[in-house]
């Protein structure tokens, strides 16, 4: 499968931004997906992830109650809808599809991943 994450840009503190990530090839139905973000010196670390059906869904508790993640299996995508961002968000963010069973958080897990989208938040 090929991932395209999209939607990223530059937002005041506080403000929202939706992330896409288009998937082609297989089945989209068929993976786990996950959201995972880098922020400049740090390694990547996990935001979100949704099973296959989207009936199953983990957040990071630094995102709790601020992002939730959806997905279209009729439009083979995946979105994050990001609201009351904060500077700390700031991070390039890449989605994740993982073949096997249920959703992780540990980034080894997902098989195939995207090229990142770029969301910078400005205090």
């Known amino acids: 499968v090929q991932l395209q994450a999209s939607g990223g840009g530059l937002v005041q503190a506080g403000g929202s931004l939706r992330l896409s990530c288009a998937a082609s090839?297989?089945?989209?139905?068929?993976?786990?997906m996950g959201w995972f973000r880098q922020a400049p010196g740090k390694e990547r670390e996990f935001v979100v992830a949704i099973s296959r059906s989207g009936g199953a869904t983990d957040y990071a508790d630094s995102v709790k109650g601020r992002f939730t993640i959806s997905r279209d299996n009729a439009k083979n995508t995946m979105y994050l809808q990001m609201n009351s961002l904060k500077p700390e968000d700031t991070a390039v963010y890449y989605c994740?599809?993982?073949?096997?069973?249920?959703?992780?958080?540990?980034?080894?897990?997902?098989?195939?991943w995207g090229q990142g989208t770029l969301v910078t938040v400005s205090s």
């Open positions: 994740a599809a993982r073949v096997g069973n249920f959703i992780y958080r540990d980034n080894a897990k997902y098989d195939y």
């Open positions: 090839g297989r089945t989209f139905s068929s993976y786990n």
